[in-house]
């Protein structure tokens, strides 16, 4: 897969994208094949965009209040004094929805379980390791807020499949071509036999339908 190729296809794509009155995303659609998801288990990746994206990722500090002031990068801070706020499962289901990933202090996160836990977790929202999501007191977390703005998530579980948002309509084709390659390289690089385990490549917007690579 080249870039050449991949800026035909956007051009192709471009051509599907009707003018809507929103700013559409562009997806990526991996196929997975000879792995079988039951044995094999949830296969997950957190990948950063080289060249971003227009919508950036929305971030959630649950941090202690001494870590109030190295979390101000973060969209909202919800601090440990205020978990026990944290009661109705509509409100938690709510915040889990409005953000894209939560950042968390280390020794918070048995109180973040707790509260937060059974509604975060179902929908991958509860604070990864692997995305760096997981800190020390007193952490500086504008450098991570950075990186995962600009984040997607690889993620397959019961279906072999990765689909991931790589960008907008309003960004370059040059641009969201390197987002490509870097989601498909990391791809390649996560599942367990490599470039054998890649299926079909698909992109679509949100409205159009999908085109193979």
Not at 51 to 65: F, H, P, R, Y
Not at 178 to 202: D, F, M, Q, R, T
Request: glycine share 4%; net charge positive.
């Amino acid at each position: 897969m080249d870039e050449k190729s991949i800026n035909n296809s956007l051009a192709e794509l471009r051509k599907l994208i009707s003018k809507r009155n929103f700013l559409q995303s562009i997806d990526v659609i991996i196929t997975l094949k000879d792995i079988n998801m039951n044995k094999q288990g949830k296969i997950e990746d957190f990948v950063r965009l080289p060249s971003g994206k227009t919508k950036k990722a929305k971030i959630c500090a649950l941090v202690g209040n001494e870590s109030e002031t190295g979390a101000k990068a973060a969209d909202k801070i919800i601090l440990s004094s205020d978990f026990e706020k944290w009661k109705k499962p509509r409100e938690i289901r709510k915040l889990a929805r409005q953000f894209d990933y939560f950042i968390a202090q280390a020794d918070m996160m048995p109180q973040i379980a707790q509260v937060f836990g059974r509604y975060f977790g179902p929908i991958n929202r509860m604070p990864n390791p692997k995305a760096g999501a997981i800190v020390p007191p007193k952490a500086n977390l504008a450098p991570i807020v950075e990186k995962l703005r600009n984040t997607v998530t690889l993620m397959a579980n019961k279906a072999p499949v990765f689909q991931c948002s790589i960008g907008y309509e309003d960004q370059t084709n040059e641009e969201l071509a390197a987002n490509i390659i870097k989601v498909v390289n990391s791809a390649e690089h996560v599942l367990p036999n490599g470039k054998n385990n890649l299926g079909k490549v698909y992109i679509k917007s949100t409205m159009s339908k999908k085109i193979i690579l």
